[in-house]
């Protein structure tokens, strides 16, 4: 089920957000934000944050919000983050369809994802999947501790 998220969700959407960026390897954050800095970004008021549960347990998050003010505010951004003890079940794909259908019902026109990371193979194929396309690249954009500077890829689909 997804839905969108309440403060009471805060702290198993923290706990999420700060395995996935420990690795340092498809987020920008440092790897030791801190929650308050991280929940203000994930979930500020001016976004759409909802969450994906199992049984009453949170094991995704998502946020979209618009990826520009004013004038580009028509296109929705997008971010996500699965537990990762939930990694490889389908929960990415599911909030990823959801949050077309969402953005779509908030009225967006298309949707730009501006940071995905080009070793994050996963992500890269899981966006293909669903209709993104990749429609820019900036070389060496990211700092991959494995990897040293990397690109990260635009993604963007019509809504």
């Known amino acids: 089920m997804i839905r969108l998220a309440v403060q009471s969700d805060y702290d198993d959407i ?16 440092y790897p030791d934000s801190d929650r308050q800095k991280m929940l203000a970004y994930w979930c500020d008021p001016d976004a759409f944050t909802y969450v994906a549960t199992i049984d009453q347990k949170v094991v995704g998050t998502y946020v979209i919000r618009a990826n520009r003010p004013d004038l580009g505010s028509h296109v929705a951004n997008g971010s996500y983050m699965v537990s990762t003890d939930c990694t490889g079940k389908g929960i990415g794909k599911i909030m990823g369809l959801h949050s077309i259908e969402e953005a779509r019902r908030l009225g967006f026109t298309a949707m730009q994802y501006n940071y995905v990371i080009s070793t994050n193979t996963a992500a890269v194929h899981l966006w293909q999947s669903i209709g993104f396309t990749i429609v820019g690249e900036v070389p060496e954009a990211f700092y991959h501790h ?14």
């Open 14 to 29: 923290w706990k999420i957000i700060q395995s996935v960026i420990a690795t340092g390897e498809t987020y920008v954050f």
């Open 146 to 159: 494995a990897h040293g500077y990397v690109s990260v890829y635009v993604m963007w689909r019509k809504l």
